[in-house]
């Protein structure tokens, strides 16, 4: 699967966005998803997943509240709404899918080597 992220931008702190991730292929509803964020000097960092069916979520304790995770199957896209922004969550922002997850995997949906396929990224810069 390829996946495009986009929406991202310069935002004002308290202000809102709204990232996409669509993706390739008619398999996309087998796919568990994550978001994460790097900034430079620094590892990727586990911000949302969203498993296949999207009847379970979860999100880093930082975003709770703030960012709501969702996906639309039949349009193969997954969204990452980010309100009341802060700057502290600027950084590239990379959607990811996974066919690796399960009950029994022995893999955490938190860590990045959990999943198979990135996008390329999409920038989220913050002012303060």
């Known amino acids: 699967v390829q996946l495009q992220a986009s929406g991202g931008g310069l935002v004002q702190a308290g202000g809102s966005l709204r990232l996409s991730c669509a993706a390739s292929?008619?398999?996309?509803?087998?796919?568990?998803m994550g978001w994460f964020r790097q900034v430079p000097g620094k590892e990727r960092e586990f911000v949302v997943f969203?498993?296949?069916?999207?009847?379970?979520?979860y999100y880093a304790d930082s975003v709770k509240g703030r960012f709501t995770v969702s996906r639309d199957n039949a349009r193969n896209t997954v969204y990452l709404q980010m309100n009341n922004l802060k700057p502290e969550d600027t950084g590239v922002y990379y959607c990811?899918?996974?066919?690796?997850?399960?009950?029994?995997?022995?893999?955490?949906?938190?860590?990045?080597?959990?999943?198979?396929?990135w996008g390329q990224g999409t920038l989220v810069t913050v002012s303060s």
């Open positions: 990811a899918a996974s066919s690796l997850l399960g009950a029994y995997s022995g893999r955490a949906y938190w860590t990045p080597a959990s999943y198979n396929y």
């Open positions: 292929g008619r398999t996309f509803g087998s796919y568990d």
């Open positions: 969203i498993s296949r069916g999207g009847l379970t979520t």
